[in-house]
């Protein structure tokens, strides 16, 4: 007797564990107040920061967030997911989901920018000090791949680099011989250059969060050279909770939210060209 | 006399009838108790397999990139199993064999690995042999940097691979009857003698079932390898990785991949599986 009922409490402890971690199950049980927010990855820190303000001017109110690589999220969108808006780190991947019909052409809204910095481990294995550094023989150096957003940018930087009269004949071809992974997000790029396993890397400047800082040395990189990353957020046209989604939207816009996101290295919109 | 020998073969007549009817409806029933499952398993491979388009499927197979993250994979997988064979019977046989302090808890580090997400397989293999890991730190002091490399791959696969190995192969050694093995070391057979004729053949299901198991979960890995390995077309990047990062560029070319995958599984785990037990069938005799 003693013994069942010793295994019972195991078996009641496990399945609140289980229920625990499984927020899937709860967040659908009251989605009235819930607002679900598809946004990349790098935008994981700022919008984590919004949602606790927004939930605590909005009582009641849950923001449920899913961060991937944008281009991951527009898959996730264009399979059907229930979604109530979505972030973009660039603009290809809006237009995708613009395209799908999913996000209604026209209600898209910048948010806010970013632009591309190169970061070492904080001791600099490598010895880089100038952008032309990476060019040096057996600098190991970690891209994101060409279909995440800052990826594509890191390659359009070389490709600027290389014709610019301040870096040697074929410079982009040696840097690009450095890289040793084309990592699938720009946080897998930060946390391979933190963990001292690459020399360089290249990730957005509102990557450095504030616990990261110390552990990076970072080159910036000229204007001239950088893309400007414009950031579009829009609600989905089919959104479960449009009203809340259209809430959260303003608030992201408004000088309490840019505040939030220029907090954590992002450009507001109205320093944007 | 006539009469009783005719009643007799009609009753055993009537028996053998009602025995083929008994099995008959047993076999029926399994039958239909088995639709279920198989039915969930290969529904969704035959979706991803009549999604993939015939067009595509054959321009995806000679492109450089897939070709690569196929004959990559290959050469991966297999390092792994031989590596998994010689590394892990050992392993099996003294679990098989021996009782000794800390049997139980070697058996369950054993376990460990499989259970493990495999996004933390990865971190741990860097933490252990990264350049600044336990290990990796004087690896590198030696000039030896094992991450984004191949060798990175092979030891992503046996990490979360080998286990499956161990686990079929020490049952298999526990099954086998150890009189027979008796029999051949009296009758003068080495140790390894009597290991090489009279154990691994008589364990040779269980056995080549583990490697089986081992080879499939190594093709599949994805998570340890991309944490350690990186994702590097034509050097790290392996059919997963290439599906993974293929899906988000273009789903059309992501199913045409995982088809290609299924298919070559397919086939190797079929042929082998016939072609070895024949050679089992005719060596244990």
Known sequence: ?273 | MVTASNSTATAAAAVRVERRWRRAREDALLVLLSVPLVLFLTLPLLALVVRAAPVDFLSNLFDVEVAQAIWLSMATTTTTLLLTLVLGAPVAYLLARRRFRGHAALDTLIDLPIVLPPLVAGIALLLAFGRRGLLGQQLSILGVDIAFTQVAVVMAQLFVAAPFFVKAATAGFANVDREIEYAAALDGASSFQVFRMITVPLSGAALLAGAIMTWARALGEFGATIIFAGNFPGRTQTMPLAIYLGFELNLNRALTLSAILLLTSFLVLFVVKVLLRQRLQAWSQ
Not at chain 1, 18 to 29: E, V
Not at chain 1, 54 to 60: H, K, L, M, T, V
Not at chain 1, 91 to 102: L, P
Not at chain 1, 186 to 196: E, H, I, Q, T
């Open chain 1, 1 to 273: 007797m003693m013994w069942t009922l010793k295994r019972g409490y195991l078996l009641v402890a496990i399945l609140l564990l289980a229920g625990c971690s499984l927020p899937g199950l709860s967040a659908n049980s009251d989605a009235k107040n819930n607002v679900t927010v598809f946004a990349a990855a790098s935008l994981t820190d700022p919008f984590r920061d919004l949602a606790l303000q927004f939930e605590a001017d909005n009582p009641g109110v849950d923001v449920v967030f899913n961060f991937a690589g944008s281009q991951q999220l527009a898959q996730q969108l264009a399979q059907g997911a229930a979604v109530d808006l979505f972030a973009s780190a660039n603009e290809a991947q809006m237009r995708a989901v613009i395209d799908t019909g999913r996000v209604t052409e026209g209600k898209q809204r910048v948010f806010g920018g970013n632009k591309l910095v190169v970061v070492m481990p904080a001791e600099n294995p490598a010895g880089l000090s100038t952008l032309q550094d990476l060019a040096k023989p057996d600098v190991k150096l970690v891209l994101a791949a060409k279909n995440v957003p800052v990826g594509d940018y890191s390659l359009a930087f070389l490709e600027k680099a290389n014709s610019s009269p301040q870096f040697a004949v074929g410079y982009e071809e040696a840097v690009l011989s450095n890289v040793v992974s084309y990592e699938e997000n720009v946080k897998a790029v930060l946390s391979k250059v933190v963990l001292g396993e690459a020399d360089a890397g290249i990730v957005y400047s509102s990557d450095i969060s504030p616990d990261v800082a110390g552990q990076v040395a970072r080159i910036s990189i000229p204007d001239s050279l950088n893309t400007l990353a414009a950031y579009p957020i829009a609600p989905v046209s089919d959104a479960p909770n449009l009203a809340l989604a259209q809430k959260f939207l303003e608030f992201v816009l408004s000088p309490a939210g840019q505040a939030v996101l220029a907090g954590h290295g992002f450009i507001p919109v109205e320093e944007m060209d």
